[in-house]
């Protein structure tokens, strides 16, 4: 069974922009890693500041080496400065989704 994430992030106020330029920075590198299925970045339409990314990995030990991988680590250092808030939450998948 693959291993879906959720990743919720508040941006500090002004710094959305910012936030979502270093977010897409890492999008494309991330598609290419062993057991991406898929990793996408959400902005919540009703509280802007939010951003919520959607992944889906192959399995728990891939999603971990993700969240090691260099360019993740890269932008893990300059969050502090723009996020207010930020929670990661890797989830077990129950039923439905892409076939």
């Known amino acids: 069974m693959t ?4 990743a919720i992030f508040l941006a500090k106020p002004g710094a959305e922009e910012k936030l ?3 977010f897409r920075s890492v999008i494309a590198t991330t598609l290419k890693e ?6 996408q ?7 802007p500041r939010r951003f919520v990314w959607t992944e889906e990995w192959a399995s728990r030990a891939l999603l ?3 969240a090691a991988a260099p360019h993740i680590q890269a932008i893990l250092s ?3 400065e723009l996020v207010e808030s930020a929670e990661v939450i890797p989830l077990r998948k129950i039923d439905g989704g892409v076939v």
């Open 3 to 6: 291993t879906p994430a959720v």
């Open 20 to 22: 979502e330029a270093l």
């Open 34 to 39: 062993e057991g991406c299925i898929s990793y």
């Open 41 to 47: 970045l959400n902005r919540d339409l009703d509280q």
């Open 64 to 66: 971990d080496k993700h």
């Open 78 to 80: 300059e969050i502090p």
